[in-house]
């Protein structure tokens, strides 16, 4: 994967503060024991996608797009036609959304599931560098979203019910 373009002024404080502020991840699986094959994962067949949130347009290469399947990652770039990257976090819950950091420095994804955690992965090395709030969320991350400036949160769409229908039948 190209390494994305320099990080704007305020994308890479927000970069900075979320690598400092957070523990690092789980350990990554054990490596295979010695003369076992090797298993390299070549391609990604299918995606799984539980809602809207399980795939998003890198800010910085807008031709990039990432997705999930199953507990991996996957970045594809549709000019080319071709999957670039597969990213996996040390634990192996599914995951069920992904956003980018404003710079596209930084690519988050929810684990779903019990105990699910945001994961965070650095886009030039490819590694997951944090893990968010691991076994706090009881029903795994549903949706998330990085910050533009690193100090406040990021904006919420703001929903009104139709003028003539009772905001009581209003579901999210």
Known sequence: MPPPPPPTRRGARATRQLLATAPPPAAPPPPPQAGAPEARLERVLGLSAPGPAAAAFSPS????????????????????RQQLEFLRGGRQLPLSCVAFSADGALLLAGEGGAGGAALVWNLSTGQCVKALGAGAHAHGVGALAASPDGARPPDRPRIRPPARAPARTLLF
């Open 61 to 80: 290469s807008p031709h990039v797009v990432a997705y999930t399947a199953g507990a991996t990652v996957v970045t594809f770039d549709t000019h080319r």
